[in-house]
C-alpha cells in the first residue's frame, strides 16, 4: 500500500499473491532445474493455510552449481507498489542449511524493533519458513542436501521502496519480502496497520519515547516540525486512527501525537475510528446541535462549518478527540492533538 487509501472499485475484486509466495514459487522452479527435476513453465506450491496456487515461471536460467528463476508479482485487483515486479530468485549450496541473501533490490534491517534481526536480508519469518519447507520438501525427495543458499533480487525495488515506508522503519537497499498468509486481499486493512504496528515496534525498540500519527502528508509535515520529531516517530497511520491507537495503548510509548485535517478529526471527534471517506462521514446535524446554529445541519464541508461557527469549531474538534484519544490510551500515555486546514495552518491545539 502507498501513503493514502485508492477508492475500491465496484465489483468482486481478484486476490493476489505476496512476494514471499512469489520468492517461494521461483525457489521451486530454481530447484527443480539446478537437482535435475527439469525446467518447468510452471510450479505449485503450498500456502501456510493450505492453499495451492500455480505460479509462471517467468525467466529460468542455471549454470554449473547454481540456477536462478523469476516469478512476476500479480498482486489481483490491491493497488501495490510491487504489482508486477520481478521477484528472482538464485538458489545455490551452502555452507550448511538454508541460508537468505538480499539481491538487487531487496532491504536490509537496519533498526531493531522489526521481526528480522538488524543486518539480516528484509525477508519476513512466513517467507523464510515457507522456502525452508520447500527445500526440505524436494530435497528429502530428489535426494539432495538441504544446504541452499537462496539470493532473493527485485530489479528496480530500490526505487519502489522508495513508494514504501521501508526508509522509514530502517529496512535500506530496497524492498521487504513479506506475507503472513502468502495472499493480498484486494483493499484490506491488514497490510497499512501492520506497517502502524512495525513502525510503533521500531519506535520503542530505538527508544523513541514520542510517535505521532498523522492522517495525510500535510499534517505530518505540520507535527514533524512543531515538535522537532525524527522520521521513525512517524507513523503512517493514515485512516486507521482507532488501529493506531490500540496498538499503542498495548505497546504504549510515553507520548503520542494526533495531527489531521479538520475534516477527518472531526469524524475522530465525533466517534469514528476508521476516517476514511467510504466508511465515515462528518455528522453536520450533530455539529449544528452542538453549536447551537441551526444553519450547519445543512453544510456539505467542514469549512463551510469553519465559516459559520468559527475558531470555536476546531477548538472544539481538538479537545473532544484529546478525550478519545485519552480514553483509548489510558492515563499513563501523554497525548496532545493538532487540527490544521489545507494549506497547513494550524487551526487549533489540545
Known sequence: MLGGMSRKPEGALRRGWTTGACATAAVRAALMALWGEGRAERVRITLPRGERPVFAVAEL????????AGIIKDAGDDPDVTHGALIRVRVEASGGGVQFAAGEGVGTVT???????????????VPRQMMRDTVAEMAARLGQAADVKITISVPGGAALAAQTWNPRLGILGGLSILGTTGIVRPFSCAAWIASIHRGVDVARATGQAHVAGSTGATSERVVQHLHGLPDHAMLDMGDFAGGMLKYLAAHPVARVTLGGGLGKLTKFAQGAVDLH????????AALAER????????ANTTAEVLAQVGLAYPDWVASEALRRMRARLGADIAADVVVIDRAGAILARA
Open 291 to 298: 453549536f447551537a446554529r441551526p444553519e450547519v445541519a445543512k
Open 111 to 125: 533498526k531493531p524493533g522489526l521481526p528480522v534481526p538488524v543486518g539480516e536480508p528484509a525477508i519476513n519469518p
Open 277 to 284: 471517506s467510504g466508511r465515515s462521514q462528518v455528522d453536520f
Open 61 to 68: 536460467s542455471n549454470g554449473p552449481g547454481w540456477a536462478e
